[in-house]
């Protein structure tokens, strides 16, 4: 089952702060955070395994509610370069099988 | 250089053809996975392996489509006898540990005609 995002889409200004949520119906063992630019590969962004645990770099963060079964990716000061399409991926046990929502498509305007 | 890469970048086949798409993982990464992606759309998990052993094939839509890692580091994709709808961008991905991050490479866009 295809965990799923929201919001769809979304609009920034540069500086402001934006949450995309994942859930899934599933019970989850991990969620993993990638971010795509048109035309690029998806690079990854962070990890979060089973355990609450939150996680963060730069001005990027993120939360994992296994009770839940729920993830959310924080942006902070939003920057031009943020602009993209964020999925996470999910897995439902220790396992290399990620399914992958449906994604978000962020744009941060100046 | 250092990342996944994918070989061809563009191929473009006749309905009824085999196509044969290339991955060469990171240098040293145990896992590999084989996604396919859609315009638009997050990557659909295909199959994935630890060193040569292929884990998990749940993903391969159906017999026409296998994945091969004889040596454990570079994979295969085959689909035989190829139809409109597996057009796509397939997309491969390696990763250092099992179940760790994965670098994913620029993919293979493929055109049935």
Same mark, same amino acid.
């Given at each position: 089952q295809q965990p799923v995002q929201s919001p769809q889409a979304v609009i920034l200004r540069e500086g402001e702060d934006a949450v995309i949520n994942c859930s899934s119906s599933k019970a989850l063992y991990s969620v993993h955070w990638y971010r795509q630019k048109h035309g690029e590969a998806p690079v990854f962004l962070m990890i979060l395994l089973k355990g609450g645990e939150q996680k963060g770099h730069d001005k990027i963060s993120a939360s994992f509610n296994e009770k839940k079964q729920q993830s959310s990716l924080y942006?902070?000061?939003?920057?031009?370069?943020?602009s993209g399409t964020y999925f996470c991926g999910t897995a439902s046990g220790n396992t290399g099988k990620l399914i992958f929502g449906q994604g978000t498509t962020l744009q941060v305007k100046p | 250089g250092a990342g996944v890469s994918q070989s061809p970048r563009y191929?473009?086949?006749?309905?009824? +053809?085999?196509v044969a798409l290339r991955c060469d993982p990171i240098s040293g990464h145990v896992s590999l996975y084989w996604y396919r992606q859609a315009l638009g759309q997050g990557p659909e998990? $295909?199959?994935?392996?630890?060193?040569?052993? #292929? +884990?998990?094939?749940?993903? $391969?839509?159906?017999?026409?489509?296998?994945?091969?890692?004889?040596?454990?580091?570079?994979?295969?994709?085959?689909? +035989?006898?190829?139809? #409109?709808?597996?057009?796509?961008?397939?997309?491969?991905?390696?990763? $250092?540990?099992?179940?760790?991050? #994965?670098?994913?490479?620029?993919?293979?866009?493929l055109t049935v005609l």
């Open positions: 942006l902070t000061a939003s920057q031009l370069s943020y | 191929k473009v086949t006749k309905r009824g +053809q085999d998990f $295909l199959t994935y392996f630890n060193y040569e052993a #292929q +884990q998990d094939k749940s993903g $391969l839509p159906n017999d026409r489509f296998s994945a091969e890692r004889p040596e454990g580091s570079i994979s295969t994709l085959t689909i +035989q006898r190829t139809e #409109q709808r597996d057009s796509a961008m397939y997309r491969c991905a390696s990763s $250092l540990s099992p179940y760790g991050e #994965q670098f994913f490479g620029p993919g293979t866009r």
